[in-house]
């Protein structure tokens, strides 16, 4: 016997399986309706800072510190980590020869320890007087707020139609003394 004859045997009738195939679609559209609102929402936040941590890797990667040195790239989180474990796993990812190093800073005074810093939306109210206490220091800063950049923050992220953009405020950057490279300049919304 062959094997396809054997497979028919165990056939079941066309309309049992298209009576199953009818009762889950109809319990999967249900429990969708029921838990969808939720689901997306915090499906669409963590894609959301899943693509922000790639897009800040790269940041890092087009970024020149006037400190040439070969020891690790301390980045650092400030306020609410909205990136869950994804952040940390820039860890795994090495940029020109420097590991990254992950911390998640709440104190301020800690922050000078940094080369890269983002912001999360939970201290809008606070970035500029932070941002004050770093000035002049080589310190790359990232956000996603929408006036962060008017506040001095180097690069700043915003979702625009469901992508992600990115603005670099240039002078914030020479001020630090960080070069950023041209080809993440072209690939900016705005330059400032």
């Known amino acids: 016997m062959k ?21 889950l679609l109809l319990a999967s559209c249900l429990s969708f309706t029921i838990l969808a609102p939720q689901s997306v929402a915090i499906a669409n936040s963590q894609i959301e800072y ?5 897009f800040i890797y790269n940041f890092i990667a087009f970024t020149q510190w006037p400190d040439k040195s070969d020891r690790a790239i301390n980045f650092c989180v400030y306020g609410e980590n909205d990136f869950g474990d994804e952040i940390n796993k820039l860890q795994s990812k090495p940029v020109n020869n420097r590991s990254i190093r992950v911390e998640h800073i709440y104190n301020p005074e800690e922050l000078k320890d940094c080369q890269a810093i983002f912001f999360s939306k939970s201290v809008k109210n606070n970035l500029s ?62 330059v400032y």
């Open 129 to 190: 007087s932070i941002l004050k206490n770093l000035q002049n220091e080589s310190i790359l800063t990232l956000a996603d707020n929408p006036d962060a950049i008017s506040q001095g923050v180097t690069i700043n992220m915003d979702v625009v139609n469901e992508k992600i953009v990115f603005e670099v405020n240039l002078g914030a950057a020479r001020r630090s003394g960080l070069d950023i490279s041209s080809k993440l300049l072209q690939l900016a919304a705005k």
């Open 3 to 23: 094997i396809y004859e054997r497979i028919r045997l165990f056939r079941l009738p066309d309309t049992f399986v298209k009576r199953s195939i009818s009762n």
């Open 50 to 54: 899943q693509v922000k941590a790639a």
